[in-house]
């Protein structure tokens, strides 16, 4: 049986971690709106870095939970967690479109303009 505190701690990483990603997220919107382009690529990389590292949090709890002879439910932090991550996931996945639209956008503009 895994310990409950390892439950609330690991929780507590993947909400943290996925927290940054969401921040590093909007700081890349805010770059690509600023058409700061290269930082918002570097903000990006950050956030998928912490995104990452929560996601690999998590397996690495449902492969803990599944090798123990019983099967115990996880406590509700922990299931907080996964709906932060599985939702800062969908908007990293949205950031990094909008940053390329935007990108994209900007550059059609200054060609017509030219």
Do not use: C, W
């Amino acid at each position: 049986m895994i310990n409950p505190e390892i439950f609330e701690e690991v929780s507590m990483q993947i909400i943290l971690f996925a927290g940054d990603a969401r921040n590093f997220a909007q700081n890349a919107l805010d770059a690509a709106m600023q058409e700061d382009y290269a930082q918002a690529e570097k903000y990006l990389i950050e956030a998928q870095e912490n995104i990452t590292a929560a996601h690999l949090a998590q397996t690495d709890m449902i492969q803990k939970s599944l090798s123990e002879d019983k099967l115990e439910l996880p406590n509700l932090l922990f299931i907080h967690a996964q709906d932060t991550l599985m939702t800062i996931m969908s908007e990293l996945n949205f950031a990094h479109s909008m940053v390329k639209m935007h990108k994209q956008l900007t550059n059609k503009i200054n060609e017509e303009r030219k």
